[in-house]
């Protein structure tokens, strides 16, 4: 056939006066349409891949803590080896961190307490759960944001104590980290400190209001200890993965988008 590719182009039969502008006409809409297909691409690249990070950190940041009755549901999931029946007793945040104190309902005399880290959406994920039967005070230390902080918690009022002394050793010898006075429990009490504290577990004094010492044994006699609870404690591992997972979605995207808006690149490629 007789036809040339600018008159294919055109749909047209071309004399030769217009043949050169009919050229130059196909030229410049294949150059547009090669454009928008190109733009089309990246932007379907871009929401594709802003759906895929959303998506991952939306599953990752899924807990619900907006009442009471959503959040003991959220800890009897997380613990859902451990047939817990959570009854919320206490929270308290500390920056994005969120401290949960809670007894089981279904084993006399055990507790627990959970620490979550709220994402950037404002819904948190479980870093971990602790379980316990230990019926006095609990002290732990913390570092977040740079800034050191112990956290005591308790869920038994403890009779004839007026006031508690915590040790960083686990014989009670060394120097006194902290002081207070007998918590009005159930509560988690937060104290900002100067330094990282270490501590050990049993590492606290009790006293009277007479100032003498209330021997631990006494104190362990007063509250029952469930023969068929959990004693245990669930964690979170490599909670890092989240964000080595973000940035593959990450670096995908940004090779599709450089795939679509440069066809140099893809013609080397291939």
């Known amino acids: 056939m007789d036809i040339s590719v600018n008159e294919l182009l055109s749909g047209e039969r071309l004399s030769a006066e217009n043949y050169q502008q009919k050229a130059d006409d196909n030229i410049l809409r294949l150059i547009k349409e090669k454009n928008r297909r190109q733009l089309i691409g990246v932007l ?23 009442s009471t009755s959503l959040l003991e549901a959220e800890i ?13 007793l206490e929270t308290e ?29 404002g819904k948190y994920r479980f870093n971990h759960c602790s379980n316990s ?17 112990l956290i005591i918690y308790g869920l038994n009022e403890l009779p004839d104590v007026d006031s508690f002394q915590v040790y960083g050793d686990f014989e009670r010898n060394g120097d006194v980290l902290y002081q207070g006075k007998a918590l009005s429990t159930p509560c988690i009490e937060i104290i900002e400190t100067g330094e990282r504290l270490s501590l050990y577990a ?18 362990l006699n007063l509250y029952p200890s469930s023969q068929s609870g959990s004693g245990s404690g669930v ?36």
């Open 44 to 66: 379907l690249s871009i929401i594709l891949t802003v759906v895929c990070m959303t998506g991952l950190y939306h599953a990752e940041f899924s807990v619900d803590t907006s």
């Open 76 to 88: 009897d999931a997380y613990n859902f080896t451990m047939d817990l029946e959570v009854d919320v």
């Open 93 to 121: 945040r500390i920056g994005k961190y969120l401290y949960v104190l809670y007894s089981q309902k279904n084993h006399e005399g055990y507790w627990g307490i959970a620490q979550l880290e709220r994402g950037i959406f």
């Open 133 to 149: 039967n230990w019926p006095l005070y609990n002290a732990s230390a913390r570092t977040i944001g740079g800034r050191n902080y």
């Open 202 to 219: 049993g590492n606290i004094r009790y006293y009277d209001k007479q100032g003498t010492e209330i021997p631990e044994d006494q104190l």
């Open 235 to 270: 964690g979170s591992a490599e909670q890092c993965l989240i964000y080595v997972f973000e940035g593959i979605l990450l670096g995908m995207g940004i090779i599709l988008v450089r795939y679509f808006w440069y066809p140099g690149v893809r013609n080397k490629t291939g």
